[in-house]
Nanobody, 126 residues
């Protein structure tokens, strides 16, 4: 069993930055891959970014590439999402997720992630 708790976010002006954190507990954090997803009002949940167990491999959605950075600190059992140059279209509930089966690789397949956090709201004002 893995518990994930997101924090950060809130209201940000367009062009601004914020950082999300996701604290994990329950299993060996350094053994599994992590991902960030988001869901805007009236839309399907979509992939944002993923990172493998070591942090040596990352993967981004085209819509956030160059603006968002995913990272992890295995000593703190935490994964981060640094969000820069925010746009109103980035407004969504952001979720972190854990993939316990394939820690070495990164991917955007939602169904393959085993555990999910409760989500944190990010609102970007224009």
């Amino acid at each position: 069993q893995v518990m994930l708790v997101e924090s950060g976010g809130g209201l940000v002006q367009a062009g601004g930055s914020t950082r999300l954190s996701c604290a994990a507990s329950g299993r060996t954090f350094s053994s599994y891959a992590m991902g960030w997803f988001r869901q805007a009002p009236g839309k399907e949940r979509e992939f944002v970014a993923a990172i493998n167990w070591s942090g040596g491999s990352t993967y981004y959605a085209d819509s956030v590439k160059g603006r968002f950075t995913i990272s992890r600190d295995n000593a703190k059992n935490t994964v981060y999402l640094q969000m820069n140059s925010l746009e109103p279209d980035d407004t969504a509930v952001y979720y972190c997720a854990a993939d316990l089966a394939i820690g070495r690789y990164v991917h955007a397949i939602q169904e393959a992630y085993d555990y999910w956090g409760q989500g944190t709201q990010v609102t970007v004002s224009s």
